[in-house]
């Protein structure tokens, strides 16, 4: 019963670290791996709250497979083999180029010799796949070129541990007892067990989750999902691969099964609190001892390896045809070191390759380079290259229409086919040579400029237009452009498109003439469709619509006159009593 309640009580510890520390660290952008780092630390070696955390790190390694498992789904083997060139050729020239410089620096320094400075170089240049992807969903990049990319590299790390942890018996010292193992005999079983794994994937799993899905029951199906991605986890752990190659496997097989959203939507839950754990327990793990004794060597250490690292990633990335931003970005994402690196540490220090104290002191710098990660990222944006803008002639002949639509994206192409339509000349201006391009081959005549400038205002005609129609589509763009009009030229009339009901306020509040949201329309349209498709007729739903619009109308003057807050109670948050639906007054009832 104690060990019961000790459970507990770990649970609760863990549980409570994770509500508190993610949230804080989410809200100051450092992003909440960071968080779970910092709860762990403060939960193991600051305050020795709970101990062993080996034996919770064991069970957190699960958010990782499970994460990889949910990647496979994603990701279909026809998409897989197009990216064979970035996982064997990048992947491999970047394992090579990072391994190879830091067990350079780990010679020349004199800290370890040779074998010890290679499985140390190598297990550096692995990456930790948790980190790197978490943080990619955290930005929404997953899907993104440099994603993919970032991905490809990691998968091919995971791969590479199997030939690391193979080199070490052939590195070991002859005091130590590790037989170098039947190399070839292991080969073909790792080769055997991931067939296995395809063949089932592709002729047994769709048939069991079918079986499954007719009994209705719905805790079964998550039962099953659990256990696929843990049973093709171990079945290739035991062919000496990692635990997450066989669930991503998995994934890969069910990822044109019809129960692939299903099946990620069951295992997502377990995979987030997981992984969690996984990194709370990666900061349970920090030795502060080793810290302690040690702080100048990881004090430069720690950078050492996530510049090194950074920049071999990087070469490697433009080798392979990266482009410069996209390269960095990678960079960022995978300087630190990884969790694979832990186990491919404790295994040398078995072989004899290097002492314990070692293997904590290099466990440790890959924890900090963990830590430092998303400070490392923040960094990026400062790195990165604004791209080549191309500059066209400002040939403004011709210009002078009584409507000025500066930016011609998707909103001031729609405006303009109705100002068109009426027969009026219009004066359009842009800043993008591809979209003047575009535009010109169905016909419209754009005018090159930047609509910041005065000088470019005036050239185009501002001073004989009657209405300037603000269509750009960044925030801060579109406030430059109305600020600069109505203090340069205030006769003219400003309408403008605003990005959301702030914005809109905050445009009503400089003076202009009329603004409109881009979504707004839309958005009532789609809604009065939306009741027709439920059975309601046109004409009602319709009615509603215009119901809609007057209350926000009149929210919307009520906010600009007593504040942002004005109004909530004519939000409406239920369905409108009482039931079933009537038809809006009318207008002429008001009257």
């Known amino acids: 019963m104690t060990n019961a309640h000790s459970l507990f009580e770990e649970a609760l510890i863990l549980l409570g670290g994770a509500v508190v520390a993610s949230p804080i660290f989410k809200k100051l952008g450092l992003g909440t791996v960071l968080g779970y780092l910092a709860a762990g630390v403060v939960i193991g070696p600051v305050m020795h709250l709970i101990r062993g955390a080996e034996d919770i790190l064991g069970v957190a390694e699960l958010g990782v497979v499970f994460l990889l498992f949910v990647i496979g789904l994603e990701l279909k083997p026809s998409r897989l083999w197009q990216m064979r060139k970035d996982i064997f050729g990048l992947g491999m020239l970047q394992v090579g180029l990072s391994g190879a410089a830091l067990s350079a620096i780990c ?14 170089g190598f297990g550096l240049a692995l990456s930790s796949t948790a980190f790197a992807l978490q943080i990619l969903e955290d930005n929404g990049e997953r899907s993104t070129k440099h994603g993919q990319r970032t991905f490809s590299l990691l998968l091919f790390q995971d791969l590479a541990i199997v030939p690391l942890l193979a080199l070490i018996p052939l590195l070991a010292r002859q005091q130590g007892d590790v037989a170098a193992p039947d190399r070839l005999q292991n080969f073909a079983i790792a080769i055997a067990v991931i067939a296995a794994v395809l063949v089932a994937g592709k002729y047994l799993l769709n048939p069991l989750f079918q079986v499954i899905a007719r009994t209705g029951a719905r805790e079964a ?9 843990m049973a093709a986890a171990v079945t290739v752990e035991l062919a000496g691969l990692s635990m ?3 669930s991503f496997l998995a994934g890969v097989m069910l990822s044109e099964s019809s129960f692939r959203h299903e099946l990620e939507a069951d295992i997502e839950p ?10 709370m327990a990666v900061g349970m793990s920090l030795d502060l001892q080793v810290l302690e004794q040690n702080w100048i060597l990881v004090l430069v250490a720690v950078p050492a390896v996530m510049i090194v690292k950074a920049v071999t990633i990087y070469a490697a990335c433009r080798i392979t045809g990266s482009s410069h931003n996209d390269a960095v970005k990678i960079g960022g994402l995978l300087q ?3 969790e694979f690196g832990f186990v491919l540490f404790s295994a040398a220090t078995a072989a004899f390759l290097f002492p314990a104290s070692t293997a904590s002191l290099l466990i440790a710098t890959v924890t900090l380079t963990m830590a430092a990660t998303p400070l490392g990222v923040a960094l990026v944006p400062f790195l990165l290259r604004d791209g ?9 002949e011709g ?17 303009a086919q109705v100002l068109l339509a009426s027969g009026r000349d219009v004066t359009i201006i842009d800043h993008s040579a591809d979209r003047i391009r575009q535009a010109a081959n169905f016909g419209f005549r754009i005018y090159f400029g930047d609509g910041t400038r005065k000088d470019v205002l005036r050239s185009a005609g501002i001073e004989r237009a009657k209405i300037v129609a603000v269509c750009t589509h960044k925030q801060e763009i579109t406030d430059k452009i109305v600020d600069l009009v109505l203090d340069e030229f205030p006769q003219t009339r400003l309408y403008v498109r605003a990005y959301d009901r702030v914005h809109l306020l905050s445009l009503q509040e400089r003076g202009i003439d009329y603004g409109e949201r881009e979504t707004f329309e839309a958005g009532l349209k789609f ?9 309601l007729d046109e004409t009602t739903a319709q009615e509603l619509a215009d119901e809609t619009r007057e209350r926000d109308f009149a929210r919307l003057a009520l906010q600009a006159s007593e504040g942002i807050t004005a109004g909530r109670d004519m939000v409406y948050k239920r369905p409108v009593n009482p039931e079933p639906l009537v038809k809006p007054r009318k207008r002429e009832e008001q009257d």
């Not at 210009?399 to 405006?415: C, K, T």
């Open 244 to 246: 997450a190659m066989g």
């Open 221 to 229: 199906m998550i039962a099953a999902a659990l256990f696929v991605v």
């Open 270 to 279: 377990f995979r987030g609190i997981l992984l969690g754990l996984f990194f």
């Open 336 to 338: 630190q070191g990884g």
């Open 107 to 120: 010679i020349v320094t004199g800290l370890l010799d040779w074998q010890g400075a290679l499985i140390a």
């Open 527 to 535: 809604g009065a469709k939306t009741l027709e498709g439920l059975g």
């Open 388 to 396: 080549p803008v191309e500059e066209l002639d400002e040939d403004f």
């Open 399 to 415: 210009a002078g229409s009584d409507v000025m639509i500066i930016g011609f994206s998707r909103f001031g192409q729609i405006a």
